[in-house]
């Protein structure tokens, strides 16, 4: 049974082209990996690279991709509109294929262990790997980014949990952990009033008492004329797709509207997929080993 | 792009378990070629055997099955329940990745001419490959089955498409040809009442007026006291799973019945499972490149 983790760093640089090709360039000369998608984001001068493998070669690809972006990204230079405390700013290593999230977390103390040590980097464990709950929330942890970081990270609630203890001016610091793979999921509704759109979105989402694994906010269509429910589902597993999609279609029931269609933007698992058409075919004992495709990539 | 083709070959041995691991040894040792299942149903005393490739990879190993056959099986001796006329009995060529019907219909000539001029056995070709209309339909070509293929073979309307114009005595005929994936899809009912399932089985089905790509009827599941609908659908591009499901649905209000289950027996594409939930969550432009599997499996 070969394992298969993803890992989707972020890194504080898009303009300067040359830095992104000489980062990408390691994902495609390492052995044992595969490079699924890189997008550079010139707005927020940040470049978001997705790769998978097993666990062992992620790992050190991870590795090798901070100590490039420690080479050829300063810091003390970078501006852009995302915030940001690093050259390589976050790391995350999602459990993709018979691993499990403990061993993800591993991975990513191995890595974020070598990035303080061999890379002379400060380096904080977040969401499933964090090692307090205070520093679990990305935003929580990056708050404050790489010019607030120099003070920040003396406050002993932000001692770094590997690497020196004070600030690397040129690399700033870098977020490594474990979390599940996110899927990026769109509800669009026949309506053009946002305060509807705001309504739902409020019904739907974990923060106002929604679905536990279920981030949600409302976006206008301009082009459409229509108003957009966008979520993150941040575990497929526990919240599916369809429960998503049938608890928006049952509040925008109370104000007359329908649901003209979803999207899934990006990738998504195999296993999310079946997940939902399982409950919509009501199939019994249905398993991912009679999906052909699957068979082939064993 | 690589591409995939499904052969699924039937011989008539299954008791002579030397014959069964020989011919499945063929499949195991051809390059390019990988054995995705085999069945030997010693009611039937007949084996089907599953394995996909590359269109050469599984011509070459298709011919190599039937040059095999022709050794270990003698039909003069062979007895069985399911009506069969030759020792390769029928091999079809299914298209399941980059790969069109056009192809598997070209694939299923050669290996056919192969077969009848270096084997020396009488080829008919059937389903999408065939040469007439009558000739279509596998259960018209097998008709009179082995025994009486000694006579119907000189009828002009029999005439074989490829290889001798008179019988094999030991290997008998093959029957070769292309068609599309089929799908064993059964729905269970909240019913007793084979009058009720057959009555539903008649509503969806081809045969009776319903839809184009389903063979169905009904079958008492006696264990769990439901009848269920089982059903091959023949083309699930054009006739999708949740139309066989909706369809049964809708036809079972009419007797208070409700549906309890349904299940997809053995293997689906993707491309299948993704149809159906597109419908159901009403996504728009959604691919299979989404699919992480399928990234992988490329």
């Given at each position: 049974v070969n394992k298969i983790v993803e890992c989707v760093p972020n890194f504080?640089?898009?303009?300067d082209t040359q830095a992104v090709e000489a980062i990408v360039q390691v994902v495609r000369e390492s052995p044992g990996v595969k490079l699924l998608d890189y997008a550079p984001d010139n707005d927020h001068n940040r470049t978001v690279v997705t790769f998978i493998g097993d666990p062992e070669h992620v790992a050190e690809t991870a590795f090798r991709l901070a100590k490039k972006a420690a080479e050829v990204i300063d810091m003390s230079q970078h501006k852009g509109g995302h915030p940001r405390m690093g050259a390589m700013d976050v790391c995350p290593f999602i459990p993709v294929r018979n691993v499990t999230m403990a061993e993800c977390v591993q991975l990513s103390r191995t890595v974020g262990q070598r990035i303080g040590e061999e890379l002379w980097i400060p380096v904080y464990l977040y969401e499933n790997?964090?090692?307090?709950p205070h520093r679990r929330n990305l935003a929580d942890v990056r708050k404050g980014e790489y010019e607030g970081y120099f003070e920040k990270i003396k406050d002993p609630q932000w001692t770094?949990?590997?690497?020196?203890?004070?600030?690397?001016?040129?690399?700033g610091c870098s977020v490594v952990g474990a979390r599940f793979f996110l899927i990026a999921y769109n509800v669009n509704l026949a309506t053009d009033r946002m305060d509807i759109g705001q309504a739902i979105a409020k019904k739907i989402?974990?923060?106002?008492?929604?679905?536990?694994f279920v981030k949600a906010m409302a976006v206008k269509l301009e082009e459409r004329n229509q108003v957009q429910i966008s979520m993150n589902l941040v575990n497929y597993d526990k919240t599916a797709i369809y429960q998503a999609f049938e608890m928006i279609v049952m509040e925008a029931r109370r104000y007359g509207v329908t649901v003209v269609g979803s999207e899934i933007v990006g990738l998504v698992p195999l296993a999310a997929l079946i997940g939902s058409l399982d409950y919509y075919l009501q199939l019994?004992?249905?398993?991912?080993?009679?999906v052909l495709e699957h068979k082939l990539s064993e």
């Open positions: 504080s640089c898009a303009k790997a964090a090692s307090a770094p949990d590997f690497g020196p203890k004070a600030m690397n001016a040129r690399s989402r974990f923060l106002n008492g929604g679905l536990r019994e004992h249905f398993s991912m080993d009679q």
